[in-house]
């Protein structure tokens, strides 16, 4: 075994590329918001999101001894100690902007979401609700963005829009992710949208929220409360629609490297490609 295929190694990186893809997803809400292009905070952004999510690896839950079996013998401790080294450096870069509340937002929320709030003798699991989990995650990393937005911009309208854009994507994306998580899910008492309904009911609810979601969009880009980004708007609600009509949670066994990493694909690399054709398009 390599040393980045041990146990260790691969909780260290299994929150990288969903960090990337969080950044870049900021630097659309500053072109959403029409803000000038602030690399340092996105790199901030990336920081605070690889910390969140390496922390809810890193704390032993029941659920990913099944869905996540892969870092089975990891060093937690490693895990937690890059958390917080990250942390402390996003928060830093953020604070020096004058963000103080948006880097803690996601921190908090994350760990009492994967330990609960322990109230006496009782545990008040967020995630145990039928979709709690997926809305969390939603109002997590939409309210985080939109906290960010608003430090640079003064209409109240364009934060409410974007933190309803992203809180609604990244519910949509928490939801396509549980598919495969089913059997841990329901061990562990989670109650997810793909364990209580099933995957072609989740699939056509999501579709609806996303035409929905589409809609308030073009409505806000004709009443200029967001700038026209058209082009990264519909890329998004194309090859979102397109991927939920065909994903099935039997993809991830599949021998076919493009059908194992279609989610993957999809989910994480939308926004870079998003860009990439705004930018051929735009120059």
Partial sequence: MTLFATPTMRLLNSSTVVALSGGLRLHIAFLLAGIATKIPVYCACILIIYSTYTLDRA??????????????????NTGIIASVVTFLLGASILGMDGIYLAPFFPFIVGYFYTRGIRIGSHTIKLKGSVGVKNVIVGI???GTIALIVGQWTSSIVTVAIIFLFYGSRVFVNSCVNDFKDVRGDMAAGIRTLPACLGENLTRKVLI??????YGVMIYALNLQIIRSEWIILLFSLVITILFLMVYSSSFEDKPALIYRKLREFVISWEAVIGLAIRACVVG
């Fill in 59 to 76: 704390l032993d839950c029941k659920e990913d001894a099944i869905n996540k079996s892969e870092l089975c013998g990891a060093d937690r």
């Fill in 140 to 142: 997590t990393w939409g």
């Fill in 208 to 213: 609806l929220i996303l035409l929905g979601l």
